[in-house]
């Protein structure tokens, strides 16, 4: 059977402009779905959810940030089995 559930995703640094409020959102995760295919799809709902996302520097910003659950920072390839909660985390700069 293919299920489906929902889990959260939090959103940190540049990306909390486009949010008011809280800086998150509920994405369905079909099982089998990677790290990669959900930051995918993360991008596809903020394009959806907000016009003044699909700028090229955004895309970008999008594809650098690492995503991590809730003990570590995943690789594309990694399948969310069992995260309750996603965070993406644009690189930081700084000294």
Known sequence: MNESRRIRVRFFGAFRKYFEGKAELELPVPQGLTAGAARSQIGEILKLSNPDFPSPEDQELLEQSAVADE????????????????SVLPPVCGG
């Open 71 to 86: 003990s570590r920072v995943l690789s594309d390839g990694d399948v969310l089995d069992r995260a309750l909660e996603l």
